[in-house]
C-alpha cells in the first residue's frame, strides 16, 4: 500500500531542520547506496555523523510515530536509516530497490519526508506491473511506500530537492496482513465513531485484536 501521509510536521520543526540543512555539511550519497544503487545514485546527504545528525534524525522520527495515518499504515517497530538527502539542478537516483537489511533491521516500508517545493523536476516514481505513479508532495507531507518495489527520482532541472528518507521495519512483516489490519482498524473506528459500541464493533475489535496477536513480529 502506497500512502500520502500529510501534515508530518510542525512549523517549528521544518523550520528547525531545514534551518540546520542550511548550515549543515553533504557529502556524495553514493556512500550509503547498495552496489549496484550505487551506479545511479547521485545526490548528496548530510554527514551521518555530523554532531547534530541525530538530533535532526530523532525529529524526523517522533513526527512519523505521532502521525496516526503513518503509525496504523506501517505500525513501525523500528525506524531507521534515516538521511537528509539533496538533489542539485542535473542530480537524480535512477531505478533501484532498497537494501533488505540496513545494520540488523529489515526495511518493510520505505518513506520520503519533503522539505522543500523550491524545485522542478525531482519526482519520485514508483513502477508497478501495470505502470509508474509519480509523486511530489507538500512540505511537511510524506509518502510511505513498500520498500520491495523498484522506484528512482527524475532528474532535478531547476532547484534544490531537499527531502528526508528512511525506512521503517514492520511489527507486521507481511504487507498483505498489513492492509488487512488497517482495513479492520478502519472500519471498527468508523463504526465506533457512527454507532458506539455495538455488538458488531466488539466482533471486529475482538478479529482485530486476535490477528494482530497472530501475526505480530
Ligand atoms: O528521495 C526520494 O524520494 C527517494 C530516494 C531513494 O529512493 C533512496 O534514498 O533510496
Ligand atoms: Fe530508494
Redesign the pocket.
Known amino acids: 500500500m502506497i500512502v500520502e501521509v500529510e501534515n508530518v510536521l510542525a512549523s517549528e520543526e521544518l523550520e528547525y531542520l531545514t534551518s540546520a540543512l542550511s548550515k549543515a555539511q553533504f557529502v556524495d550519497g553514493k556512500i550509503t547506496a547498495g552496489w549496484h544503487?550505487k551506479q545511479v545514485k547521485q545526490n548528496l546527504q548530510m554527514q551521518r555523523n555530523a554532531p547534530e545528525a541525530a538530533d535532526l534524525r530523532q525529529v524526523v522520527e517522533s513526527a512519523l510515530r505521532r502521525h496516526p495515518l503513518f503509525s496504523a499504515v506501517v505500525r513501525p517497530k523500528k525506524i531507521h536509516s534515516i538521511l537528509f538527502s539533496c538533489y542539485e539542478v542535473g542530480m537524480s537516483?535512477g531505478s533501484?530497490?532498497?537494501n533488505a537489511l540496513m545494520g540488523q533491521w529489515r526495511s518493510d516500508v520505505?518513506f520520503t519526508l519533503f522539505l522543500g517545493t523550491a524545485y522542478q523536476g525531482g519526482e519520485l516514481v514508483i513502477e508497478h506491473a501495470d505502470g509508474e505513479r509519480r509523486y511530489r508532495l507538500g512540505v511537511g507531507d510524506a509518502i510511505a511506500y513498500p520498500?520491495s518495489t523498484l522506484?528512482r527520482v527524475e532528474p532535478v532541472t531547476d532547484g534544490t530537492r531537499l527531502v528526508a528518507?528512511g525506512w521503517a521495519q514492520s511489527l507486521i512483516r507481511d504487507p498483505q496482513k498489513r492492509e488487512l489490519l488497517f482495513d479492520l482498524d478502519t472500519a471498527r473506528r468508523s463504526l465506533f465513531a457512527r454507532e458506539g459500541k455495538t455488538v458488531e464493533f466488539d466482533l471486529i475489535s475482538k478479529s482485530h485484536a486476535n490477528l494482530l496477536r497472530q501475526w505480530v513480529d
Open positions: 544503487a537516483y533501484h530497490v532498497d520505505s520498500s522506484h528518507v
